[in-house]
């Protein structure tokens, strides 16, 4: 089945605790994102990547790293979490930057003490 | 502020009834998608419009886009209570790169 996976689904943790976030994808695709999304303010874009080690910052990537190292993971790094990361995360992949349709993880729900 | 942006933010109907839910952008796009979110999961894919289209049809679904006013709409016809969920309009600017930008969504409740 073609899916994008995250974990862990749910964690909490406290400031400045190093954590990951893994992302994996099974369909090849070139594309990959991480969003945060806090009520009211809708998806915002944390970083990308455009294929194997080519990434580059979205909207809000101050406190997140990334890598890609493999096409089919993509994982969020938090090296020093605050309490204003407290969110749901999700990544997603879409087959390469002009495709259609992107899909979507379950989301992370990450609570930050 | 955001490119797309949701009106109304929530909307509440009985079942059998039809949904209808606009988005306005600020800039010139590529594509506008929508998508819905059930609580707590993951976005899902409904339907993409080009910016050379100005109707486009999926099952229950239409979707309108009017380049000239920065604005679309989605319609849900016949609504079900599966269709409980939030509904937001993305955004494939010209000048993005490739990136999706997305508006806060509309909350739609369908009642039995």
């Known amino acids: 089945e073609a899916q994008v996976t995250q974990n862990p689904r749910y964690l909490i943790t406290v400031t400045g605790k190093k954590l990951t976030v893994t992302c994996s994808q099974n369909?090849?695709?070139?594309?990959m994102s991480w969003y945060r999304q806090d009520p009211g303010l809708g998806l915002r874009q944390i970083y990308y990547?455009?294929?194997?080690?080519?990434?580059d910052k979205g909207d809000v990537p101050e406190g997140y790293k990334v890598s890609r190292k493999e096409k089919r993971n993509f994982p969020l790094i938090l090296e020093s979490p605050s309490p204003n990361q407290t969110s749901l995360y999700f990544c997603?992949?879409?087959?390469?930057?002009?495709?259609?349709?992107?899909?979507f993880g379950p989301g992370t729900r990450l609570t930050v003490l | 502020s955001q490119q797309g942006e949701e009106d109304p933010q929530a909307l509440s109907i009985q079942e059998g009834e039809n949904a209808t839910m606009n988005c306005s952008y600020k800039?010139?796009?590529?594509?506008l998608q929508w998508y819905r979110q059930n609580s707590g999961r993951g976005l899902v894919h409904l339907i993409l419009?080009?910016?050379?289209?100005r109707e486009k049809h999926s099952g229950r679904l239409r979707v309108t886009l009017d380049t000239s006013k920065k604005s679309s709409s989605l319609l849900i016809t016949a609504s079900r209570a599966a269709d409980t969920a939030s509904y937001f309009c993305?955004?494939?600017?010209?000048?993005?790169?490739?990136?999706?930008?997305f508006g806060a969504g509309t909350q739609v409740v369908v009642t039995p």
């Open positions: 997603a992949s879409r087959e390469g930057l002009a495709a259609n349709e992107q899909f």
């Open positions: 419009i080009r910016s050379n289209e």
């Open positions: 990547s455009m294929n194997v080690e080519v990434t």
């Open positions: 800039t010139s796009i590529n594509n």
């Open positions: 369909m090849n695709h070139e594309y």
């Open positions: 993305a955004t494939m600017t010209t000048d993005s790169w490739g990136k999706l930008q």
